[in-house]
């Protein structure tokens, strides 16, 4: 239980619905702001005005998805009135407790490490980053549903990265019937796709896969589907770049070429914002779970 912990919440879209109710389900002492404009009243929560007194005496600050903006400014979906974090917020939080956000922008990691209040940065955990791949994989093939005229089954799918989302995306086009081809670059990626019956290159020959493909899913943030590539795929090729803002996609060639590329960021909080919520309440609740016995509170 969290008992006795204080927790301060500010902003966010639907998936912090989702970490307030478990957050207060485990007894914890919850306060939020930026949710002035939903119509339903949030039980076991405490609403209030954002200002500097409400860091006084917190454990843990819960921020959204993006935590902040370059200018500090708070994302929050059910609330016309602006939250901008500052150094005076920060610097009233006592010295043990933490910053909570899916990820940070250079400006919120600053303003922590300048306060010396520890940052963590959701997204990047492995167990988090796997559970978001699969409402990641149903989001992506809902687009590729949208966007082909053909079956996932029997198609042509091309997945580029064999992290997390690739590893996820790869295996869901596998169990609809795709042919699934998986670009990799380490030698173990290589070995357990062909394990898993897909079809692995390696990104270097990216190139040489190219020349028959229905959809490509890219998971890789960085360039890789360029002009020269695009200009090898067939008409009908769809491509699907989930990777991080910019995505990985020569987007003007592509259009220029008259193929359907998209930029898909942020699909788990877009196709399942209960379940993506779920995901961060579950990982946070046992966070703050833990530091709570750390410190000796617990309950
Ligand atoms: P990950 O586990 O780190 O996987 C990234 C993959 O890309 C790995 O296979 C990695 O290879 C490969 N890679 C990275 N740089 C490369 C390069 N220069 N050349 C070849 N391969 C390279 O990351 P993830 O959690 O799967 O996330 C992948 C991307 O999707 C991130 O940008 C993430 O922010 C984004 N994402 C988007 C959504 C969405 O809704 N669109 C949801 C979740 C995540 P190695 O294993 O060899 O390093």
């Not at 919440?9 to 914890?28: C, F, H, N, P, T």
Request: net charge negative.
């Amino acid at each position: 239980m969290l008992t006795g912990v204080q927790v301060l919440l500010l902003g966010g879209d639907a998936r912090q619905l989702e970490v307030i109710r478990k957050l207060s389900e485990l007894d914890a002492a919850v306060t939020v702001s930026g949710f002035d404009g939903l119509h339903t009243p949030l039980d076991g929560a405490v609403q209030a005005e954002f200002s500097e007194q409400l860091f006084d005496g917190i454990d843990a600050l819960l921020l959204p998805a993006v935590g902040t903006d370059d200018h500090g400014v708070i994302h929050a979906v059910f609330s016309d009135r602006e939250m901008r974090l500052l150094d005076e917020h920060i610097a009233r939080m006592p010295k043990h407790s933490k910053v909570y956000a899916g990820m940070a922008k250079p400006y919120l990691r600053s303003l922590c490490e300048q306060n010396q209040i520890e940052l963590v940065e959701l997204f990047d955990r492995d167990d988090v980053a796997i559970y978001n791949s699969i409402p990641t994989a149903e989001g992506a093939l809902m687009m590729a549903i949208q966007h082909t005229d053909i079956t996932i089954h029997g198609s042509k799918s091309m997945v580029l990265g064999f992290g997390r989302t690739g590893f996820t995306m790869a295996r869901t086009l596998q169990g609809l019937g795709a042919e699934v081809l998986v670009g990799v670059r380490r030698s173990e990626h290589f070995a357990r796709a062909a394990e898993m019956g897909l079809k692995p290159f390696y990104i270097s020959n990216l190139l040489a896969f190219t020349g028959n493909i229905d959809l490509i899913f890219n998971t890789i943030p960085t360039m890789i589907v360029t002009a020269q590539i695009i200009a090898k795929l067939p008409s009908r090729a769809v491509i699907i770049d989930l990777a991080s803002k910019p995505g990985g996609t020569d987007f003007r060639f592509a259009e220029k070429r008259g193929i359907k590329a998209m930029l898909a960021p942020g699909l788990p909080g877009i196709v399942a914002p209960k379940t993506a919520g779920r995901i961060i309440a579950d990982c946070l609740s046992q966070l703050i779970m833990d530091d709570s016995i750390k410190r000796g509170n617990g309950q």
